[in-house]
RNA sequence: CGCGGGGUAGAGCAGUAGCAGCUCGCCGGGCUCAUAAUCCGGAGGUCGUGGGUGCAAAUCCCACCCCCGCAACCA
């Protein structure tokens, strides 16, 4: 049987527009799943849209739009984005389809069941303005910062979560590696949660309107804990077994590190709560920041990554994100970098190279001899080539891509060495050696498929036509 | 006493004990097959500071300094 992976990005809230870093986790996700199929894995690639919540209902009102015709615009919104990226989905969930609710009702229901629900009072702090919870913390002179009146002081009848009657057991599988949380300096930092207080949370919301009905009680389940539930919803949890079997556990539950805690330890309380097998890897990478200056809406340096795309192109946009620093760090990325950046690696290097063979094979003929005779530089490349695998599994991009690039540059060398173009056209050591190159740069091309999908199409169809000429430049110097 | 990450060439990073490396940029030279691309060579670092252990420390130990996240929108 082929082996299975599942992996997933979170889903996003639709409060707001996708930005450069909803696209980093995407792609990254996309080229891990798009290795697991080159390597012939049966591949399942979840993303999709978070749309629940009040915060999405007041979105939707400031815009004076229905909630629905909000969220529906703004999923459309995320699903094209990640569609100019090139990202190869296999679902894109949303939290408002009817199959997602029919899991959760299922999930619920097996947690209350199991005896891991009960009933609570949440007393909190109240802004009738807002129709919000606030934490003291919030408070301007123990008022409400929106609307200058102080809250009251409100008691709500929820469902509570006993978290604390699973946490020895979610630890214990953290520490085992068998839920295995990546990288290592991340694993330090949940296990190092558990030390503080982790509480029995609140499962449902009784003011909440736009949310999922918690098992016709009148109360909303929290966004958080039905959204969570996507990732077995969208594999058939309760609906279709079959499918449920042959997906779950996901094998990556890919997201940034800021929510990290809901995926490490609560989303692992529940399954284990409603008896269902915990996720074999969550891997939380860094954020970024821009320019040295936190990404946020209100310094207005957030970046639009279909304004990368339009700039760049696809394969270059998701080349130049994931180049800046090594996956699962912090980092910080100079958007004023990205223009020498793609000079450097796609027009010169990958750009160029493909240029000059493809006119040095035109020059010969625009055919070569067969590969089966002479095929050193292949060998070579592939040596060149052989840490990719591990350095994609373990999610090292960078050094993945530098790897692939490293590999160019010999070529390179090699060429300058040879010097094919002071032979005759039709020299038989000529057309050997460029069969070499041929088949050197038709290696890096598919090992570069997960990265630029586009770009090793491309040169794989140029190489491998049956005349192959110039053609135009893969990626036109800019300025 | 908060938690965590980090301080190595102009920039971005690798390097957990054995003559300090990579990529980009910069400078000089070569080549012309190629997108002023490519190839060869070069300059540039007292590895945050001060102590300690070792034959040997960027790497281990101690102290200190500095930067960045951990409040909101938010990957």
Known sequence: MKKKFYITTPIYYVNDKPHIGHAYTTIAADVLARWHRAQGHDVFFLTGTDEHG?????????????????????????????????????????????????????????LKDAGALYEGVYQGLYCKGCEDFYMEKDLIDGKCPIHNIPPEIVKEKNWFFKLESYLPRVRELIESGEIAVEPEARKNEVLGLFKQELKDFSVTRERVRWGLDFLGTGQKIYVWVEALQNYISAVGYGRDEKQF???????????????????????????????????????????????GKKMSKSLGNVIDPNDLVKKFGADATRFLLLLQFPFGQDGDIKESKFVEQY???????????????????????????????????KILIKRFLKD????????????????????????????????????????????SLLRGYVDGILEVARALEPFMPETSKAVIHQFTAKKITKGRPLFPRMS
Request: glycine share 4%.
């Open 54 to 110: 009040d915060k999405v209902a007041e979105s939707a009102k400031k815009q004076g739009m229905g909630v629905e015709e909000f969220v529906e615009k703004n999923a459309a919104e995320f699903e094209k984005t990640f569609t100019n990226l090139n990202i190869r989905f296999d679902v894109f969930m949303r939290t408002t389809f009817p199959e997602h609710n029919e899991s959760v009702q299922i999930f619920m229901r097996k």
């Open 245 to 291: 079997k042959k997906w779950w556990p996901a094998d990556v539950h890919l997201m940034a590190k800021d929510i990290i805690k809901f995926h490490a330890i609560y989303w692992p309380a529940m399954l284990i709560a409603a008896g269902v097998e915990t996720p074999k890897k969550i891997y939380a990478h860094g954020f970024f920041s821009l320019d």
């Open 343 to 377: 000079n450097a690696f796609l027009a010169n290097s990958i750009g160029n190279l493909v240029s000059r063979v493809a006119t040095l094979v035109e020059q010969s003929g625009s055919t070569l001899p067969s590969r089966q005779d002479l095929d050193e530089k």
């Open 388 to 431: 990719l695998p591990q350095e994609i599994e373990r999610m090292d991009f960078n050094a993945a891509l530098s790897t692939i690039f490293t590999a160019l540059k010999n070529l390179n060398e090699d060429i300058a060495r040879d010097k094919p173009w002071e032979m005759e056209v039709g020299d038989e050591g000529r057309l």
